[in-house]
């Protein structure tokens, strides 16, 4: 699957989420040069990834098809046929990725009935980003993309089909599978998915002209949450109707979508340079983004919200059973409310031509994400919390998806796979730490508190970003 980190909810969120790179210069959409046309696609063999001049308007035809299909201005980067096969591949797959997030989450709280316990999952799903999301980079600048990702989504998959087969068998009515074991499976996923997501993030600019990038990037947005509205919800019902096992099994065959898609797509691989040694290569990539005040402070501000604000996606499940008194279906609810805001968000996203003072506008999207996860530690009516995790997944893609776009139109060609991997390790590989760092408060003072105190010290470092760097505050 794709998306922005590892399989699991701590990491793709994003995240994972799944956020595509962009090309070299600074450009705004299509609108706001005056193209509000469509892309025409007279043949599939004419989608190249320098995205040819010629692409950008009118209507959107398929070589095998004599109608003319209209694609709305929200949604112009989906006339293109290879990242629409991707784009819905992804789509499927990380359906199945959120319906297990939330079978995970309460297996653990079942074997466990501990906070701690979900930390620490957390963090061994979402340790390699930090520890390997740095190299992957480098690879991905270095090798045939298609063929990484191939192999790191098999692996993802078979990780799934085996957690889905410890979790039905059962010894004594007790099922199989243990905390450990599954700390394991998160460790394995968390790895493949450090290599995957540099080199997914590299791919998309290749199957897009860069006038379509900017909305290429809010529609992955919008997909991925989208899936995060329906995945926990049909997996909170699936879980009361066919167990946990069910939705480990389900996850696991959706990886076939992506596989398909990666088996049909066809770009162009850019020429590279292979000598070099790699940690030459990645400290080249991190001069090169400290490099450029603008480039630094954007990954510093993701790196604030990673560690101490983003791990309260974690502990949802404690949320459900513990404060707010609520079931699977209940769960799966709540998972929802916070990906319908992230979708929402996306849609805002995709639908912006041009959003003036960038700067400003990613520290205030970010604030208010802060202060909706304070309000909901303290919330105890479940409808208030519902709300509180839609705008708090509103305000977080927001954020995250502008300053992926604005990275991505900043770096070079040669240097996007490095950069890139950057970005996600500050946006995923620092997450597990901070799902530690709230595990182990847990244990001492009580989750709320414990998170509401991350997200305050996330608000006050945030706002010292945005005031101590002119990079941010000249960012238009």
Same mark, same amino acid.
């Given at each position: 699957?794709?998306?922005?980190? %590892?399989? @699991?909810?701590?990491?793709?969120?994003?995240?994972?989420?799944?956020?595509?790179?962009?090309?070299?210069?600074?450009?705004?959409?299509?609108?706001? !040069?005056?193209?509000?046309?469509?892309?025409?696609?007279?043949?599939?063999?004419?989608?190249?990834?320098?995205?040819?001049?010629?692409?950008?308007?009118?209507?959107?035809?398929?070589?095998?098809?004599?109608?003319?299909?209209?694609?709305?201005?929200?949604?112009? *980067?989906?006339?293109?046929?290879?990242?629409?096969?991707?784009?819905?591949? %992804?789509?499927?797959?990380?359906?199945?990725?959120?319906?297990?997030?939330?079978?995970?989450?309460?297996?653990?709280?079942?074997?466990?009935?501990?906070?701690?316990?979900?930390?620490?999952?957390?963090?061994?799903?979402?340790?390699?980003?930090?520890?390997?999301?740095?190299?992957?980079?480098?690879?991905?600048?270095?090798? !045939?993309?298609? @063929?990484?990702?191939?192999?790191?989504?098999?692996?993802?998959?078979?990780?799934?089909?085996?957690? $889905?087969?410890? $979790?039905?068998?059962?010894?004594?009515?007790? +099922?199989?599978?243990?905390?450990?074991?599954?700390?394991?499976?998160?460790?394995? &996923?968390?790895?493949?998915?450090?290599?995957?997501?540099?080199?997914?993030?590299?791919?998309?600019?290749?199957?897009?002209?860069?006038?379509?990038?900017? !909305?290429?990037?809010?529609?992955?947005?919008?997909?991925? !949450?989208?899936?995060?509205?329906?995945?926990?919800?049909?997996?909170?019902?699936?879980?009361?109707?066919?167990?946990?096992?069910? %939705?480990?099994?389900?996850?696991?065959?959706?990886?076939?979508?992506?596989?398909?898609?990666? &088996?049909?797509?066809?770009?162009?691989?850019?020429?590279?340079?292979?000598?070099?040694?790699?940690?030459?290569?990645?400290?080249?990539?991190? &001069?090169?983004?400290?490099?450029?005040?603008? /480039?630094?402070?954007?990954?510093?501000?993701?790196?604030?919200?990673?560690?101490?604000?983003?791990?309260?996606?974690?502990?949802?499940?404690?949320?459900?059973?513990?404060?707010?008194?609520?079931?699977?279906?209940?769960?799966?609810?709540?998972?929802?409310?916070?990906? $319908?805001? $992230?979708?929402?968000?996306?849609?805002?996203?995709?639908? /912006?031509?041009?959003?003036?003072?960038?700067?400003?506008?990613?520290?205030?999207?970010?604030?208010?994400?802060?202060?909706?996860?304070?309000?909901?530690?303290?919330?105890?009516?479940?409808?208030?919390?519902?709300?509180?995790?839609?705008?708090?997944?509103?305000?977080?893609?927001? &954020?995250?998806?502008?300053?992926?776009?604005?990275?991505?139109?900043?770096?070079?060609?040669?240097?996007?796979?490095?950069?890139?991997?950057?970005?996600?390790? *500050?946006?995923?590989?620092?997450? +597990?730490?901070?799902?530690?760092?709230?595990?182990?408060?847990?244990?001492?003072?009580? =989750?709320?508190?414990?998170?509401?105190?991350? =997200?305050?010290?996330?608000?006050?470092?945030?706002?010292?970003?945005?005031?101590?760097?002119?990079?941010?505050?000249?960012?238009?």
């Amino acid at each position: 699957m794709a998306c922005g980190g %590892n399989k @699991k909810a701590y990491t793709r969120s994003g995240i994972c989420s799944n956020l595509p790179p962009g090309s070299g210069t600074l450009s705004t959409d299509a609108e706001t !040069n005056g193209n509000a046309g469509l892309p025409v696609i007279e043949d599939n063999n004419l989608l190249r990834a320098d995205g040819a001049d010629g692409l950008a308007h009118g209507a959107v035809t398929d070589a095998a098809e004599t109608s003319v299909i209209e694609i709305p201005r929200i949604a112009r *980067a989906l006339g293109h046929r290879d990242f629409r096969l991707f784009w819905t591949g %992804n789509f499927l797959s990380n359906i199945g990725t959120w319906m297990q997030n939330v079978a995970q989450g309460w297996l653990v709280l079942q074997l466990t009935n501990s906070a701690f316990w979900l930390g620490v999952v957390g963090f061994c799903s979402s340790i390699p980003i930090l520890l390997f999301a740095l190299i992957g980079g480098v690879i991905a600048d270095h090798v !045939n993309k298609r @063929k990484l990702l191939m192999v790191t989504q098999s692996a993802m998959m078979v990780f799934a089909f085996i957690m $889905a087969a410890l $979790a039905y068998f059962k010894i004594n009515g007790h +099922p199989l599978i243990n905390v450990q074991e599954i700390v394991l499976l998160a460790l394995g &996923t968390g790895i493949a998915m450090s290599l995957n997501t540099p080199s997914y993030q590299a791919l998309v600019p290749r199957l897009v002209p860069k006038e379509d990038l900017t !909305n290429a990037i809010a529609l992955n947005s919008a997909q991925f !949450n989208m899936s995060r509205v329906l995945g926990p919800t049909m997996g909170g019902f699936a879980m009361a109707l066919v167990g946990v096992a069910g %939705n480990f099994f389900l996850n696991g065959l959706s990886f076939l979508a992506v596989l398909l898609a990666l &088996t049909r797509i066809r770009y162009t691989e850019p020429a590279v340079v292979q000598e070099g040694r790699m940690w030459e290569k990645l400290k080249q990539g991190f &001069t090169y983004v400290f490099k450029h005040p603008e /480039m630094s402070s954007l990954v510093l501000l993701v790196a604030i919200g990673s560690l101490l604000a983003i791990p309260y996606l974690t502990f949802v499940p404690y949320f459900a059973r513990d404060v707010l008194h609520s079931d699977e279906p209940g769960l799966g609810l709540l998972m929802a409310c916070s990906g $319908a805001g $992230a979708f929402l968000g996306a849609i805002t996203i995709a639908y /912006m031509a041009h959003i003036r003072r960038r700067g400003l506008f990613v520290v205030r999207a970010s604030v208010g994400f802060f202060i909706a996860i304070i309000a909901f530690t303290f919330s105890r009516r479940f409808y208030l919390s519902g709300i509180m995790l839609m705008v708090a997944g509103y305000c977080m893609i927001i &954020t995250a998806a502008t300053i992926n776009s604005l990275l991505q139109h900043l770096a070079e060609d040669h240097m996007r796979g490095r950069v890139m991997s950057i970005y996600s390790t *500050a946006f995923l590989g620092l997450t +597990p730490i901070g799902c530690l760092i709230a595990g182990s408060l847990a244990r001492v003072i009580s =989750a709320p508190h414990a998170i509401a105190g991350m =997200a305050a010290l996330a608000l006050l470092g945030s706002m010292g970003v945005y005031w101590g760097r002119k990079g941010l505050r000249d960012l238009d």
